[in-house]
């Protein structure tokens, strides 16, 4: 029987005596490597339950998970999931030199979540000192320690497939971080799609990640689904892949894997740093399913990446481009053909001028690759709309550009606490993606993101957000900042331009060093480029509000530091500011509840 909640596959799972079928967590050749079965974790998770449970935490409450360790994450997941808690992952800090934004974004997603208990390391927990002061409803921070010393019986409780299985907070922002509400029911539809459509999972295959579990496509994609499947996964810790990526091809030779994925930043590092003399006896004929997704797919890094590791047994069949969204739990489409990555290569100017994809040779010096991430998983519907047809009443045909939305049972219930963007969101019957794309044979193809959404090695980044920590630079003019992404060869470029009305060059020098630390510290960002101009230069709309999209391709076509200013800026915005504070100062005074006699 088809389990109806992830306890109910975690519980099924371990009634099944099937050795080696579990979670290994890699360890360097030579050493030993840790090993639980899927009653092993059954049984783990139980414990951890139960002192979740001793701890005061009770159904329905939201347990924030601040936890580096594939095994202590694993465990305290599956013991929330059984209690009926419903966990919060967050990513940990990964240095003190980003610490001061990584604490005020983990503040922000703790309260957004109201999560009543947050636990992490010792160390994590020493440094966490501020956050429960800043969240009113956060009752307990607990060490991972105490969770583990606790001998307690878990309690039994009812799961069902509408109870919410996990909050997973996708957008890093530190303005409005949105939490979407996944339930059983929806991770169970999403799984299903994952395993039979998207890898055709069969009973010799083995999973191999590095992929961080706290983001979707690691905990879903190599923790949940091949617990469905009673897949053997082997886990490797996401630091060790960064610093060493020969450590994930030599494991996937190791463990004889068959599937792994990766973002596009993945393939790209591995194909630039990974030596020939670090693969000796490395065998990765058996890899059959070489998933890409999370980001931007580059045609030339999925080139690069197969030539550069076919003589180690790497074939280019085994690419499956896909295309996915925390929102529908993970996946929406994947490439199911078997023949490898496929292309659309299409007229560039028709594509960004007229919003149509017209089908040229890639010979032709105007032509674009794009690459196809596949059909939408079955049960499920994609369409594409005019982004201002909000009521979603007239579908494009294909090749016609738009914003690609969806409808099916994996999407999500909506965002947490946030009745107003989730139905704008949803809008017409349909989850508005803010991706913009078209179909080409049923194919889904993104080709780029109406929401300006800046995606970083995996990491989501919001414009404002960069914005606003580059607007505490004192010589940054306020509100006239703006940053965007710009595509590489093979990975996505972040720029920032902001107007200052410091005259000298070594002024402006020290400001642009100023922006590209902040942004740094705040946000653990590294920006590529940092651009200041004269007062007025950078476009805006009529109404004053600024153009990212202009300024990105002023910026691309070279014309934007040599732009003439448009107006005196200064003497504008201190009227604007002082109207603006007027009228903020009259809403308050007459907004306000009379004080009784």
Same mark, same amino acid.
């Given at each position: 029987?088809?389990?109806?909640?992830?306890?109910?596959?975690?519980?099924?799972?371990?009634?099944?005596?099937?050795?080696?079928?579990?979670?290994? *967590?890699?360890?360097?050749?030579?050493?030993?490597?840790?090993?639980?079965?899927?009653?092993?974790?059954?049984?783990?998770?139980?414990?951890?339950?139960?002192?979740?449970?001793?701890?005061?935490?009770?159904?329905?409450?939201?347990?924030?998970?601040?936890?580096?360790?594939?095994?202590?994450?694993?465990?305290?997941?599956?013991?929330?999931?059984?209690?009926?808690?419903?966990?919060?992952?967050?990513?940990?800090?990964?240095?003190?030199?980003?610490?001061?934004?990584?604490?005020?974004?983990?503040?922000?997603?703790?309260?957004?979540?109201?999560?009543?208990?947050?636990?992490?390391?010792?160390?994590?927990?020493?440094?966490?000192?501020?956050?429960?002061?800043?969240?009113?409803?956060?009752?307990?921070?607990?060490?991972?320690?105490?969770?583990?010393?606790?001998?307690?019986?878990?309690?039994?409780?009812?799961?069902?497939?509408?109870?919410?299985?996990?909050?997973?907070?996708?957008?890093?922002?530190?303005?409005?971080?949105?939490?979407?509400?996944?339930?059983?029911?929806?991770?169970?539809?999403?799984?299903?799609?994952?395993?039979?459509?998207?890898?055709?999972?069969?009973?010799?295959?083995?999973?191999?990640?590095?992929?961080?579990?706290?983001?979707?496509?690691?905990?879903?994609?190599?923790?949940?689904?091949?617990?469905?499947?009673?897949?053997?996964?082997?886990?490797?810790?996401?630091?060790? *892949?960064?610093?060493?990526p020969a450590v994930w091809l030599r494991a996937l030779s190791r463990h004889r894997g068959t599937i792994s994925y990766g973002p596009n930043f993945a393939y790209a590092l591995a194909a630039k740093r990974v030596r020939p003399e670090e693969l000796d006896?490395?065998?990765?004929?058996?890899?059959?399913?070489?998933?890409?997704?999370?980001?931007?797919?580059?045609?030339?890094?999925?080139?690069?990446?197969?030539?550069?590791?076919?003589?180690?047994?790497?074939?280019?069949?085994?690419?499956?481009?896909?295309?996915?969204?925390?929102?529908?739990?993970?996946?929406?489409?994947?490439?199911?053909?078997?023949?490898?990555?496929? *292309?659309?290569?299409?007229?560039?100017?028709?594509?960004?001028?007229?919003?149509?994809?017209?089908?040229?040779?890639?010979?032709?010096?105007?032509?674009?690759?794009?690459?196809?991430?596949?059909?939408?998983?079955?049960?499920?519907?994609?369409?594409?709309?005019?982004?201002?047809?909000?009521?979603?009443?007239?579908?494009?045909?294909?090749?016609?550009?738009?914003?690609?939305?969806?409808?099916?049972?994996?999407?999500?219930?909506?965002?947490?606490?946030?009745?107003?963007?989730?139905?704008?969101?949803?809008?017409?019957?349909?989850?508005?993606?803010?991706?913009?794309?078209?179909?080409?044979?049923?194919?889904?193809?993104?080709?780029?993101?109406?929401k300006e959404l800046i995606i970083v090695n995996g990491r989501n980044f919001y414009p404002h957000d960069i914005e606003w920590a580059a607007g505490r630079v004192a010589a940054v003019r306020k509100g006239n900042i703006v940053a965007f992404s710009t595509?590489?060869?093979?990975?996505?470029?972040?720029?920032?331009? *902001?107007?200052?009305?410091?005259?000298?060059?070594?002024?402006?020098?020290?400001?642009?060093?100023?922006?590209?630390?902040?942004?740094?510290?705040?946000?653990?960002?590294?920006?590529?480029?940092?651009?200041?101009?004269?007062?007025?230069?950078?476009?805006?709309?009529?109404?004053?509000?600024?153009?990212?999209?202009?300024?990105?391709?002023?910026?691309?076509?070279?014309?934007?530091?040599?732009?003439?200013?448009?107006?005196n800026p200064d003497r504008l915005d201190l009227a604007r500011e002082l109207l603006r504070s007027q009228l903020a100062f009259l809403v308050s005074r007459f907004s306000r509840p009379s004080e009784p006699a």
């Amino acid at each position: 029987m088809s389990p109806r909640t992830l306890v109910d596959a975690l519980e099924q799972a371990a009634g099944r005596a099937e050795a080696g079928r579990g979670y290994h *967590f890699h360890q360097e050749e030579g050493k030993a490597e840790p090993f639980f079965s899927y009653a092993g974790v059954e049984r783990a998770s139980a414990r951890h339950g139960g002192a979740l449970q001793a701890l005061g935490l009770r159904k329905g409450d939201r347990l924030a998970i601040i936890l580096p360790d594939n095994d202590d994450f694993l465990f305290t997941f599956f013991g929330a999931l059984r209690a009926g808690i419903i966990p919060v992952p967050i990513y940990p800090p990964t240095g003190l030199g980003q610490f001061r934004g990584y604490l005020e974004s983990t503040r922000h997603i703790v309260a957004r979540a109201g999560a009543r208990a947050l636990v992490t390391t010792p160390t994590i927990l020493r440094l966490l000192g501020g956050v429960e002061a800043s969240c009113p409803s956060l009752r307990k921070m607990l060490s991972i320690q105490d969770v583990q010393a606790a001998r307690e019986e878990l309690y039994p409780v009812r799961v069902a497939p509408d109870d919410v299985a996990l909050l997973q907070f996708t957008s890093g922002s530190v303005a409005r971080p949105k939490g979407v509400v996944v339930t059983h029911a929806s991770l169970m539809a999403n799984v299903e799609a994952i395993n039979r459509q998207g890898l055709r999972v069969g009973p010799d295959d083995v999973a191999v990640s590095w992929l961080p579990l706290y983001h979707d496509m690691g905990l879903i994609g190599f923790v949940v689904a091949p617990l469905v499947q009673r897949v053997p996964v082997i886990l490797l810790p996401p630091l060790t *892949f960064l610093r060493r990526p020969a450590v994930w091809l030599r494991a996937l030779s190791r463990h004889r894997g068959t599937i792994s994925y990766g973002p596009n930043f993945a393939y790209a590092l591995a194909a630039k740093r990974v030596r020939p003399e670090e693969l000796d006896g490395v065998d990765l004929s058996s890899w059959r399913v070489a998933g890409c997704g999370a980001e931007p797919i580059r045609a030339d890094t999925i080139e690069t990446f197969a030539r550069t590791f076919a003589p180690w047994g790497f074939a280019r069949r085994a690419f499956v481009p896909s295309y996915g969204m925390a929102e529908s739990t993970l996946a929406v489409s994947f490439e199911t053909r078997q023949e490898g990555a496929r *292309f659309d290569d299409v007229h560039g100017p028709s594509l960004y001028e007229e919003g149509v994809a017209k089908p040229i040779s890639f010979d032709h010096p105007q032509a674009v690759r794009l690459v196809r991430c596949g059909q939408v998983i079955d049960g499920h519907q994609i369409a594409v709309f005019a982004p201002d047809d909000l009521l979603s009443e007239h579908p494009l045909p294909e090749r016609s550009i738009g914003e690609l939305r969806l409808r099916g049972p994996s999407l999500m219930q909506g965002y947490f606490d946030d009745p107003t963007l989730t139905a704008e969101v949803m809008a017409g019957g349909w989850f508005h993606t803010g991706d913009l794309g078209y179909l080409a044979d049923s194919d889904v193809i993104v080709c780029g993101r109406s929401k300006e959404l800046i995606i970083v090695n995996g990491r989501n980044f919001y414009p404002h957000d960069i914005e606003w920590a580059a607007g505490r630079v004192a010589a940054v003019r306020k509100g006239n900042i703006v940053a965007f992404s710009t595509p590489e060869r093979d990975r996505e470029r972040v720029v920032v331009v *902001f107007e200052t009305n410091l005259l000298s060059a070594e002024e402006q020098q020290q400001a642009r060093v100023q922006v590209r630390q902040l942004i740094q510290e705040t946000l653990g960002l590294t920006v590529d480029e940092v651009l200041s101009l004269k007062p007025g230069v950078l476009p805006k709309t009529s109404s004053g509000k600024l153009q990212r999209l202009l300024t990105r391709r002023l910026y691309e076509g070279g014309s934007l530091l040599t732009r003439v200013p448009t107006r005196n800026p200064d003497r504008l915005d201190l009227a604007r500011e002082l109207l603006r504070s007027q009228l903020a100062f009259l809403v308050s005074r007459f907004s306000r509840p009379s004080e009784p006699a």
